[in-house]
């Protein structure tokens, strides 16, 4: 809830009730109903999409229902679905989403303000960052496998996009990250 909404609903609150508040009161009420929102991290669902094109494979990993629905359509694989965290620390890193399109559209994922950095000087545009992801294994965390090819990478999360990146010449480069996985309703 912004602070905008919470400031409007204590005004309509005193105007219901017919209460005067004075400034520290009605400051103290703002913050007292800003808490909450404050102290809790919230997380994004992300979705890990594959074009599986053995000489030019790619993965976008997307926040945007409407791009993901769109790339499906246009005959991308989703290769798996997990959350990112709006709240960085220990053993997490800042997911960027990076593009390149000179000579041929290329794609890129960075972690690190380094790797970043790195991408950067090499041509690549970040598109934005995604989210906060686990940097290193942990229970009931999935884990987004890194693949490359000839200076290319692309990340999957289905068994079946890691052997089809096996069978068409994609060199396994690591786990490169891990997602929390989204809770079932």
Same mark, same amino acid.
Do not use: C
């Given at each position: 809830?912004?602070?905008?909404?919470?400031?409007?609903?204590?005004?309509?609150?005193?105007?219901?009730?017919?209460?005067?508040?004075?400034?520290?009161?009605?400051?103290?009420?703002? $913050?007292?109903?800003?808490?909450? =929102?404050?102290?809790? !991290?919230?997380?994004?669902?992300?979705?890990? &999409? #594959?074009?599986? @094109? +053995?000489?030019?494979?790619?993965?976008?990993?997307?926040?945007?229902?409407?791009?993901?629905?769109?790339?499906?359509?246009?005959?991308?694989?989703?290769? $798996?679905?997990?959350?990112?965290? =709006?709240?960085?620390? !220990?053993?997490?890193?800042?997911?960027?989403? &990076? #593009?390149?399109? @000179? +000579?041929?559209?290329?794609?890129?994922?960075?972690?690190?303000?380094?790797?970043?950095?790195?991408?950067?000087?090499?041509?690549?545009?970040?598109?934005?960052?995604?989210?906060?992801?686990?940097?290193?294994?942990?229970?009931?965390?999935?884990?987004?496998?890194?693949?490359?090819?000839?200076?290319?990478?692309?990340?999957?999360?289905?068994?079946?996009?890691?052997?089809?990146?096996?069978?068409?010449?994609?060199?396994?480069?690591?786990?490169?990250?891990?997602?929390?996985?989204?809770?079932?309703?």
């Amino acid at each position: 809830m912004s602070i905008l909404k919470i400031k409007s609903l204590v005004l309509s609150l005193m105007s219901a009730t017919k209460l005067t508040f004075g400034p520290k009161l009605a400051l103290f009420l703002i $913050g007292f109903l800003m808490l909450p =929102t404050m102290a809790v !991290a919230s997380d994004t669902k992300v979705w890990v &999409l #594959l074009m599986q @094109n +053995p000489a030019a494979a790619q993965t976008i990993v997307s926040s945007n229902p409407t791009e993901k629905e769109g790339l499906i359509k246009a005959g991308w694989r989703l290769s $798996g679905t997990g959350l990112v965290s =709006t709240e960085g620390g !220990a053993g997490r890193g800042l997911l960027h989403r &990076l #593009l390149r399109t @000179n +000579p041929d559209v290329e794609r890129q994922l960075a972690m690190s303000p380094e790797e970043l950095a790195t991408h950067t000087a090499a041509g690549f545009v970040s598109e934005g960052a995604m989210g906060y992801v686990q940097l290193q294994a942990a229970p009931d965390l999935l884990p987004v496998h890194g693949f490359s090819k000839g200076g290319r990478f692309i990340w999957v999360m289905d068994h079946h996009d890691q052997y089809w990146a096996d069978q068409n010449g994609w060199k396994r480069a690591g786990q490169m990250f891990w997602l929390r996985p989204v809770a079932e309703k």
